[in-house]
């Protein structure tokens, strides 16, 4: 096994996909850059002289930084059904990370529900539509007092560029003689989307490779990390971010923080954490946004939103991804006093793509879909035999699982060099991830600041026996490990953790 696996050395972009820039200029020059392994089939062969065009075309005329999933021998996907994947060839992959099509890869259900109001009508929210109204009364159902008014949008990053816009005004609103600069506060290790604003709410973004470092007027409270005992007092981090605002002669205007840490590493935050830092950041006037778009409706199982399991009320509630089942949809739920603020000063909001007629019947059939199927449930049921499955691996393997957390089907596994150090092991969850692909069709991905934890974010309607491959697979994988593997992981993972390092001390 070489101590340097090329698919990932350093890092592990949205989604926890693999890109290299080195490798695509190579690929440029037209030599290709991955080895695609044909069966002696006529059609083995057939389809993988298909993936090599798809891919010669798409390097040709596709951004070369838009990363895929397993950069050296991307998988070309046809069909999708439920938690499964296809590719050409009829082969079936286990799809454990997708959190887009939340309620199933092409559920019939939403499916039809887009189809039919394509074929009747697709116009903007200028025109008066029963569906978006409908749509505003069954989220704000789903949300407590007092987040009852709904802006629809087109993506995640969309909804938290427009919360901030909204803090803004709140603050403005509130405080029209204070003239200070107005500053954002955030967790470390976050993602908020891509837009330029959200970018600068993402350290995860600008302590990555390519990342201009911190911005003056963010300030980070460090993520929490239970399994290693650090960080856990939020509102002692929220204090120190408000004084560090206050002495750069700002004031903090908003709180984002996802309600589940994803990017961060499927981060569970400590029971209490969020009660403590919303109550510092209002008292210093703050407006507290919850990111709910990888960890919403429904996923965590126990409760529809994660922000809900700390028992706490946001001021404004984000949301993408799950929403609409692949369709491009997200949108934020506010308070009537709050969207009062963003709209006193005059200026009309409008999105195109947001609130389109197909989007809030999408929206519609994808509650349908959770509230019928009872996937709500079924994410609590089955995400706790996961878990269940998971710890079992990892009294098996406790030299090399450091820790198994989750909520109902948003699941991590810490992968470590050795339980004494509890130290970061991004080679080995590499490793996993890409031997899993290979050998047993299980897709998974790997999270956190040194790509260490693997990531089991599956659709909703995830099965035990599905639950039951996923974590044989890793039981294989992990069971043909020899010492001298482990060992040479443990040497590669260690310069890269120290890389990785290095490089945040000097972006922070």
């Known amino acids: 096994m070489s101590p340097r696996d090329p698919v990932r050395v350093e890092w592990a972009p949205e989604a926890a996909v693999e890109f290299s820039g080195s490798s695509q200029k190579q690929a440029g020059a037209g030599k290709p850059a991955v080895a695609l392994t044909a069966d002696a089939s006529g059609a083995g062969r057939a389809a993988a002289a298909t993936t090599q065009a798809i891919l010669e075309r798409r390097r040709k005329h596709v951004g070369p930084n838009l990363a895929l999933f397993f950069q050296e021998e991307p998988l070309h996907i046809v069909r999708g059904q439920g938690c499964e994947l296809f590719d050409p060839e009829g082969n ?47 989220m704000a159902a789903l949300c407590p007092d007092p987040l009852q008014v709904l802006y629809m949008l087109t993506s995640g990053s969309e909804a938290n560029d427009l919360a901030w816009r909204i803090a803004c005004a709140a603050a403005a609103a509130a405080n029209p003689d204070d003239s200070r600069p107005l500053h954002v506060a955030v967790v470390d290790h976050a993602y908020h989307g891509h837009t330029s604003l959200c970018i600068d709410l993402s350290p995860y973004k600008w302590k990555g490779p390519g990342g201009g470092g911190r911005p003056a007027y963010v300030h980070v409270l460090p993520c929490p990390d239970v399994y290693r005992g650090q960080h856990l007092d939020g509102a002692a981090g929220a204090r120190a971010a408000i004084a560090e605002a206050e002495a750069a002669g700002g004031r903090i205007a908003a709180f984002f923080s996802e309600s589940i840490l994803s990017c961060g590493g499927q ?56 929403c609409g089942n692949g369709w491009p949809m997200a949108g934020l739920i506010t308070s009537p006093r709050l969207a009062e603020a963003f709209s006193a000063p005059g200026m009309e909001f409008f999105a195109t793509g947001g609130g389109c007629t197909a989007a809030p019947t999408c929206g519609l059939a994808v509650l349908a879909a959770i509230r019928e199927e009872r996937l709500q449930d079924n994410a609590a049921s089955v995400g706790a035999y996961c878990l269940r499955r998971l710890h079992q691996l990892q009294a098996q393997h406790p030299d090399v699982i450091g820790d198994v957390r989750g909520e109902g089907l948003m699941i991590g596994i810490e992968m470590i060099t050795d339980p004494q150090s509890k130290a970061h092991s991004p080679a080995l969850a590499r490793h996993l991830k890409l031997r899993c692909k ?28 599905q639950a039951d491959r996923m974590v044989d697979a890793m039981a294989a994988v992990l069971a043909a490990l020899a010492p001298e593997d482990k060992a040479c992981l443990a040497e590669a993972s260690r310069a890269e953790v120290q890389a990785v390092s290095e490089r945040h001390a000097r972006l922070w």
């Open 267 to 322: 981060v569970l935050l400590p029971l209490g954490y969020l009660e403590g830092v919303y109550q510092e950041m209002r008292a210093a006037g703050a407006v507290c946004v919850a990111d709910e778009v990888q960890c919403g409706f429904g996923r965590v199982g126990r409760t529809f939103w994660a922000f809900e399991l700390q028992g706490v009320v946001p001021d404004i509630v984000t949301f993408g991804k799950p």
């Open 438 to 465: 290979a050998d047993h069709r299980v897709l998974l991905s790997s999270e956190g600041p040194f790509a260490s934890v693997i990531k089991v974010k599956p659709p909703i309607c995830f099965t035990e026996q």
């Open 92 to 138: 079936c992959y286990l799809d454990c990370i997708n959190n887009v099509s939340h309620v199933g890869h092409a559920h019939p259900g939403v499916a039809a529900a887009v189809s039919t109001q394509l074929f009747t009508l697709n116009t903007n929210s200028r025109y008066l539509h029963e569906a978006y109204v409908e749509y505003a009364e069954a």
